[in-house]
């Protein structure tokens, strides 16, 4: 079946950086966008931004511009977030999920992993 | 800024009941629009895309309609399991944007 399994959680002190990975499984990897959505605690959805995960090519959101990177290795079906200089704020649920559709206006995240806990805390 | 409204916040029905679920867009981007399901503690989950398709395995019961900048989720029946926030998303230019959620909970 297609699913994305995330890893584990993290704990990192404030300015430090994260890297989640997002393994995809049951369908052809570069065939789809990987979407970064992250989640506070009692909050609603942020989304992050996409990745093509055949170019490599990213569209971020304004508010992660400068601080977040994704990249993907075709070869083993995964896709990574980095976040940098980390603060509080920071603290979420970061959830991958598989982009379906194209183009500026036609778009939904049909499939997700079940989330990776961030805590940044000193 | 392209926003996304959600309205009522929170929705108190009991089983049996309908619920309707709205979505309002700042502007008129698309007639694509999705909706998602989130239980507490679990990740989100597709319900309909394209304004009105719902997703593999999704019942029925869930429909979802509207055009422009209006767009409405539509639950029949509510059973048990459909208390749980909803939300919407839409994509403008390349960007995707959620709705703050509406939580419909328990009468």
């Known amino acids: 079946q297609v699913q994305l399994v995330q890893s584990g959680a993290e704990v990192k002190n404030p300015g430090a950086s994260v890297k989640v990975s997002c393994k995809a499984s049951?369908?052809?990897?570069?065939?789809?966008?990987i979407n970064w959505v992250r989640q506070a605690t009692g909050q609603g959805l942020e989304w992050m931004g996409w990745?093509?995960?055949?170019?490599?090519?990213?569209g971020y959101a304004q508010n992660f511009q400068g601080r977040v990177t994704f990249t993907r290795n075709t070869s083993i079906s995964t896709a990574y977030m980095e976040l940098s200089s980390l603060r509080s704020e920071d603290t979420a649920v970061y959830y991958c999920a598989r982009g379906r559709g194209g183009g500026q206006y036609y778009y939904y995240m049909d499939v997700w992993g079940k989330g990776t806990t961030v805590t940044v805390s000193s | 800024e392209f926003v996304l409204t959600q309205s009522p916040a929170t929705l108190s029905l009991s089983p049996g009941e309908r619920a309707t679920l709205s979505c309002r867009a700042s502007?008129?981007?698309?007639?694509?629009l999705a909706w998602y399901q989130q239980k507490p503690g679990q990740a989100p989950r597709l319900l309909i895309y394209d304004t009105s398709n719902r997703a593999t395995g999704i019942p029925p019961r869930f429909s979802g309609s509207g055009s422009g900048t209006d767009f409405t989720l539509t639950i029949s029946t509510l059973e048990p399991e459909d208390f749980a926030v909803y939300y919407c998303?839409?994509?403008?230019?390349?960007?995707?944007?959620f709705g703050q959620g509406t939580k419909l909970e328990i009468k």
């Open positions: 502007q008129s981007v698309s007639n694509y």
């Open positions: 990745m093509n995960s055949n170019t490599g090519n990213t």
């Open positions: 998303q839409q994509r403008n230019n390349w960007r995707d944007t």
């Open positions: 049951g369908y052809t990897f570069i065939n789809n966008d």
